[in-house]
């Protein structure tokens, strides 16, 4: 696990951020990753229950996520939920959240520990979005898919939880 920290602080230096969510560019450098070894977080069951329960909620509001996933952030050294959703975009950022926060609230003992400081409304066409959605569609179920350590077009998504990339 030492390995594996001393390489993502080696490759910090070289990272891209996507608003909240950050990325790692290969560009000309290789590093060697001992892929048995991971870095431990906290995405507990918890919080990954939380997270498709809110999902859940948003689609029978009428608000159903084009994609929502679990990003971990290694600059914040947490774990971010993406929500990706057209309808909410259109409306803004606040008026965004403040749905999301009513939900919340409303529901407060079914989600836990989870709180709005945990989430990020992406638009569409984020980076982000556009990469995991390269590698993976689930239509518009709700899945439990862990992608962990995987590139696409040379950027490395440490680690990720989905829900839904449709």
Do not use: C, H
Not at 13 to 35: H, I, M, N, P
Not at 46 to 54: F, M, R, S, T, Y
Not at 66 to 91: C, H, I, Q, R, T
Request: aromatic fraction near 8%; avoid cysteine.
């Amino acid at each position: 696990m030492l390995r594996a920290l001393r390489v993502l602080r080696e490759l910090r230096g070289k990272e891209k951020s996507f608003g909240r969510a950050s990325l790692y560019r290969s560009q000309g450098w290789r590093a060697k990753v001992d892929t048995t070894q991971t870095v431990e977080t906290g995405l507990t069951r918890e919080l990954i229950d939380a997270g498709a329960k809110l999902v859940e909620k948003l689609d029978e509001r009428g608000l159903a996520p084009d994609a929502a996933f679990w990003l971990y952030s290694p600059e914040e050294e947490a774990w971010k939920l993406l929500l990706v959703e057209v309808k909410l975009a259109k409306k803004g950022p606040k008026a965004a959240y403040s749905e999301v926060q009513k939900i919340l609230a409303k529901n407060g003992k079914e989600f836990g520990n989870l709180r709005l400081d945990d989430l990020v409304l992406e638009k569409p066409d984020a980076r982000i979005v556009e990469l995991i959605r390269k590698a993976v569609r689930t239509g518009p179920r709700i899945t439990g898919l862990r992608f962990k350590n995987n590139v696409i077009d040379g950027t490395l998504v440490e680690d990720a939880y989905i829900y839904r990339v449709a």
